[in-house]
């Protein structure tokens, strides 16, 4: 058969607790969600639906063509120009997804004899920009600034450090600044994804390069996504101008992918606009992340400090995290399941995201749940 050994994968999945299942949801769900990355809360909010309802009225279901074709719209140069000066940097450019947006920025800054430093922590998507980029890539340890300067003393080419700046399992963040340090002696530039820290650090929310002083430098690059803090969909690679001009000539994610949809061009920016206007969300969202792990780590659970608003509580094994997450949702608590492979240390966690909206009474239930559910 020609599609047999589909059958023995799924049957080892089985076997060792990781079958991964689609779980549609009700716009009208009355679940608490600790389980999304609507950072802010603002994928709902009126002015975000506003922003998305005027953009598909105005430009219409989708940007029907890439980017170099037709789909560019005002809106989208509109958002890039907002993003690059809220964020601080010279120049943005806007994709349909934050993973297509790393894909385009590792590729198209890791040319043929170039070296690529990753952290052995960093999210799937630049793992595999890695894989694609015609650079070599070296592992490094987590969160190691001296592993990544003795990578740089091994070589003479182009290199790029690749390291997300809020890691999307334990909620930790990079040490940023110490990072750059070992780039520019080195001379290696230096890609930080910002899918976590954008929104949540920073002076308002500008993200973590602002946070760590790095914004707008010449040797820096940052992705962000517009589906976690902004509530919306899409990715961006903010940089130099001179680096956004080489992605519109050589990033394949982008050159070859259809725009972004108006709508969610618009959601974004409107949800940028509004952030812009209530800074505090940003400080909120820090609050309710170390409330959250205050009261977890009370109760005598192993859960890790977060560094923004991911919180992370260790699970006993792949199948004690799933029954745990089962049975806080059926208790009315949806919390995120992270297991192998997606954990790149093979520990299973509940993940849960520390929302700016949450209200005491709504942290507290969740606290509650998640205690009385303990495996």
């Known amino acids: 058969m020609t599609f047999g050994w589909i059958d023995e994968q799924a049957e080892l999945r089985r076997r060792a607790g990781l079958v991964r299942t689609l779980r549609p949801r009700p716009a009208d769900s009355s679940l608490l969600d600790l389980a ?12 975000v639906v506003a922003g998305a309802a005027a953009a598909a009225q105005a430009w219409g279901g989708g940007a029907t063509g890439s980017r170099l074709v037709t789909g560019t719209t005002e809106l989208h140069t509109e958002l890039e120009r907002e993003l690059a000066a809220f964020c601080g940097f010279e120049a943005a450019l806007v994709f349909s997804s934050g993973y297509a947006a790393n894909l385009a920025a590792v590729t198209a800054l890791a040319p043929h004899g170039s070296l690529i430093v990753s952290d052995a922590g960093n999210h799937a998507s630049l793992i595999d920009g ?7 890539t070296q592992v490094v340890a987590h969160a190691d600034p001296d592993g990544v300067r003795k990578a740089l003393d091994t070589h003479t080419g182009p290199a790029l450090v690749v390291s997300d700046t809020v890691f999307s399992v334990d909620g930790d963040a990079a040490p940023l600044a110490d990072l750059a340090e070992v780039c520019r002696e080195g001379g290696a530039g230096l890609l930080m ?8 650090l920073g002076e308002g929310g500008r993200g973590a390069p602002d946070a760590a002083g790095l914004s707008g430098a010449d040797d820096v690059v940052a992705t962000i996504t517009l589906s976690k803090s902004l509530g919306s969909q899409g990715g961006a690679v903010l940089g130099p101008a001179r680096v956004i001009d080489h992605l519109v000539n050589a990033a394949r994610t982008f050159i070859f992918d259809t725009g972004l949809a108006p709508a969610a061009a618009g959601a974004a920016l409107a949800a940028l606009r509004l952030l812009r206007r209530e800074p505090a969300r940003a400080a909120r969202a820090r609050a309710v992340a170390a409330e959250l792990y205050a009261r977890l780590t009370a109760t005598g659970l192993a859960a890790v400090r977060p560094d923004a608003a991911v919180v992370s509580v260790r699970a006993p094994s792949p199948e004690g995290a799933v029954r745990w997450a089962a049975d806080c949702r059926a208790a009315g608590l949806a919390v995120g399941c992270f297991r192998p492979p997606s954990v790149p240390d093979g520990v299973s966690r509940l993940r849960l995201t520390a929302r700016a909206d949450l209200s005491g009474a709504e942290i507290a239930c969740a606290v509650r749940v998640i205690g009385e559910a303990r495996p």
């Open 193 to 200: 994804d910002d899918a976590h820290g954008f929104g949540v």
């Open 36 to 47: 999304g990355n609507d950072y802010l809360g603002l994928a709902r909010h009126p002015e």
């Open 130 to 136: 890695c894989r694609l980029a015609r650079g070599v």
